[in-house]
């Protein structure tokens, strides 16, 4: 099996050889012992190593043998600073009220510029050693010029945002008509289709005025941008819209016309019928981030519906939220968390699989993010955003169908390569556009001042013993 490349004139500078592709294309193909040739950033052919080591001889070849080669990853609600440089800081047996409001609102509040970039930088290296080529970032971004920086330093693709809302006196709080100016500002230093594109981010919950929200939307269709917010993790934001307009979240965005294709809602745990149907036909897409919900505690098993939004057609990504939420900047552990909820809380073994949600992870995740014409997938034309997985591990032994194997046996760490437009990011499963041990030592002085800056102390389970 092979895809279609004969009418592609470019020489390529590389192919990547002798992998099993996970093409993710409309047949779903797997090249056995296939080959991906790259022409610049983009993907000029795919087909046997045979067939396009006869085309083009001599070209530079990556080894993938006993590999298996993927799409790059799709993350689609990562936030890329305040819980980075205070990884593990938040105790986990709290509400997520006081795990936002008592610790990460003054974490981010004593965030500085240099914080964000440093917070960002580590994010999206250790996104990348786990094969994710594209973050949408959450927008809980003070200094975006920084965070847009560390992606570019770093080589991901992405999306960036801006702190944001008019409702009460919280760090960054504004009249909506500054607050969309400054959103309309990032969307022309960051204009749609650039390696860092700006979204059209707000915080979302209840932290937005109609006029907000109506204004968002309406930039967001202007300028060919994402707009993107939470809602509904846990009950707290139904409760709030009934209080505010007697209607739920969904149906209350609905009436002011901000539901539809160019919206990425966060979360939208607790729907219910009316919203499900409203997510549908609208074509608004959710960043599903299972990991999260579970570590907080905010009912996704007695609540979630990602499932049938999926089965039924809709736009569902996956996403990994933050450093003390979700915690791992992993799409494979979420993939495999989402399959199972899916199973476990419809009691149906034929419920979201291996494959669909390897999909979420790529085609699918693209799709709802607004790219799948250009990531997603391993096909011609597309951006070489590319992932070599070494399936020598035990994990990978025997070798049975990939789809299971990448889902349910292995993670980020079976990750060898990454390629993002053409260009390494990732060789040997270590990230080559930064310096790794610079970068740590980097981190933890950073994160010592800033937590003190903040007044966070860390509160350990378990007695620290120092020793000589």
Same mark, same amino acid.
């Given at each position: 099996?092979?895809?279609? +490349?004969?009418?592609?004139?470019?020489?390529?500078?590389? /192919?990547?050889?002798?992998?099993?592709?996970?093409?993710?294309?409309?047949?779903?193909?797997?090249?056995?012992?296939?080959?991906?040739?790259?022409?610049?950033?983009?993907?000029?052919?795919?087909?046997?190593?045979?067939?396009?080591? !006869?085309?083009?001889?001599?070209?530079?070849?990556?080894?993938?043998?006993?590999?298996?080669?993927?799409?790059?990853?799709?993350?689609?609600?990562?936030?890329? !600073?305040?819980?980075?440089?205070?990884?593990?800081?938040?105790?986990?047996?709290?509400?997520?009220?006081?795990?936002?409001?008592?610790?990460?609102?003054?974490?981010?509040?004593?965030?500085?510029?240099?914080?964000?970039?440093?917070?960002?930088?580590?994010?999206?290296?250790?996104?990348?050693?786990?094969?994710?080529?594209?973050?949408?970032?959450?927008?809980?971004?003070?200094?975006?010029?920084?965070?847009?920086?560390?992606? !570019?330093?770093?080589?991901?693709?992405?999306?960036?945002?801006?702190?944001?809302?008019?409702?009460?006196?919280?760090?960054?709080?504004?009249?909506?008509?500054?607050?969309?100016?400054?959103?309309?500002?990032?969307?022309?230093?960051?204009?749609?289709?650039?390696?860092?594109?700006?979204?059209?981010?707000?915080?979302?919950?209840? $932290?937005? %005025?109609?006029?907000?929200?109506?204004?968002?939307?309406?930039?967001?269709?202007?300028?060919?941008?994402?707009? #993107?917010?939470?809602?509904?993790?846990?009950?707290?934001?139904?409760?709030?819209?009934?209080?505010?307009?007697?209607?739920?979240?969904?149906?209350?965005?609905? *009436?002011?016309?901000?539901?539809?294709?160019?919206?990425? $809602?966060?979360?939208?745990?607790?729907?219910?019928?009316?919203?499900?149907?409203?997510?549908?036909?609208?074509?608004?897409?959710?960043?599903?981030?299972?990991?999260?919900?579970?570590?907080?505690?905010?009912?996704?098993?007695?609540?979630?519906?990602?499932?049938?939004?999926?089965?039924?057609?809709?736009?569902?990504? /996956?996403?990994?939220?933050?450093?003390?939420?979700?915690?791992?900047?992993? &799409? $494979?552990?979420?993939?495999?968390?989402?399959?199972?909820?899916?199973?476990?809380?419809?009691?149906?073994?034929?419920? $979201?699989?291996?494959? *669909?949600? +390897?999909?979420?992870?790529? &085609?699918?995740?693209?799709?709802? &993010?607004?790219?799948?014409?250009?990531?997603?997938?391993?096909?011609?034309?597309?951006?070489?955003?590319?992932?070599?997985?070494?399936?020598?591990?035990?994990?990978? !032994?025997?070798?049975?169908?990939?789809?299971?194997?990448?889902?349910? %046996? #292995?993670?980020?760490?079976?990750?060898?390569?990454?390629?993002?437009?053409?260009? +390494?990011?990732?060789?040997?499963?270590?990230?080559?556009?930064?310096?790794?041990?610079?970068?740590?030592?980097?981190?933890?002085?950073?994160?010592?001042?800033?937590?003190?800056?903040?007044?966070?102390?860390?509160?350990?389970?378990?007695?620290?013993?120092?020793?000589?």
């Amino acid at each position: 099996m092979s895809l279609p +490349f004969g009418h592609v004139a470019l020489i390529p500078d590389l /192919l990547i050889t002798g992998g099993d592709v996970v093409t993710m294309n409309p047949d779903r193909e797997v090249l056995v012992g296939g080959a991906v040739a790259i022409g610049g950033e983009r993907i000029v052919a795919v087909g046997s190593t045979s067939g396009l080591r !006869t085309r083009w001889p001599g070209v530079a070849e990556l080894d993938a043998r006993d590999c298996v080669v993927t799409p790059g990853m799709v993350n689609a609600h990562q936030h890329l !600073t305040g819980d980075p440089l205070a990884r593990a800081c938040i105790p986990d047996g709290i509400t997520s009220d006081e795990a936002v409001f008592r610790w990460s609102v003054p974490l981010h509040a004593a965030h500085r510029p240099e914080d964000d970039e440093l917070s960002a930088l580590l994010a999206c290296v250790e996104s990348l050693r786990n094969g994710v080529t594209t973050i949408v970032e959450a927008g809980t971004v003070a200094h975006p010029a920084r965070v847009a920086a560390a992606m !570019t330093r770093a080589g991901v693709r992405g999306t960036v945002g801006a702190w944001g809302w008019d409702v009460g006196d919280a760090p960054y709080a504004a009249p909506a008509g500054e607050v969309l100016d400054r959103l309309r500002a990032l969307t022309e230093a960051y204009p749609a289709g650039g390696m860092v594109a700006a979204a059209v981010t707000l915080v979302g919950h209840g $932290l937005a %005025s109609d006029e907000l929200l109506a204004g968002a939307a309406e930039l967001a269709g202007k300028a060919g941008a994402v707009m #993107t917010m939470h809602m509904s993790p846990g009950p707290g934001d139904v409760e709030h819209y009934r209080e505010r307009s007697g209607r739920r979240p969904l149906a209350h965005l609905a *009436g002011l016309g901000v539901l539809g294709p160019h919206l990425l $809602l966060a979360h939208a745990v607790w729907l219910d019928d009316t919203e499900v149907e409203l997510l549908l036909s609208s074509r608004t897409a959710v960043a599903y981030c299972p990991w999260a919900y579970l570590r907080l505690g905010q009912g996704v098993t007695r609540a979630g519906r990602h499932a049938e939004l999926y089965a039924r057609g809709g736009r569902v990504a /996956l996403g990994c939220d933050a450093g003390n939420a979700g915690d791992a900047a992993d &799409i $494979l552990r979420a993939a495999a968390l989402a399959a199972g909820l899916a199973r476990d809380t419809a009691l149906d073994p034929a419920a $979201l699989g291996a494959a *669909g949600a +390897f999909a979420m992870a790529t &085609i699918r995740g693209a799709e709802a &993010i607004g790219m799948d014409g250009q990531v997603g997938s391993v096909e011609v034309g597309k951006l070489a955003d590319l992932v070599v997985h070494d399936a020598t591990g035990p994990q990978w !032994t025997p070798r049975g169908d990939v789809a299971q194997q990448l889902v349910w %046996s #292995t993670d980020g760490r079976s990750v060898r390569d990454v390629l993002v437009g053409g260009r +390494f990011a990732v060789r040997d499963g270590r990230c080559v556009t930064v310096d790794e041990r610079a970068l740590r030592a980097e981190a933890a002085e950073a994160s010592a001042a800033l937590l003190a800056r903040a007044g966070v102390s860390i509160r350990h389970n378990w007695p620290q013993v120092r020793s000589s």
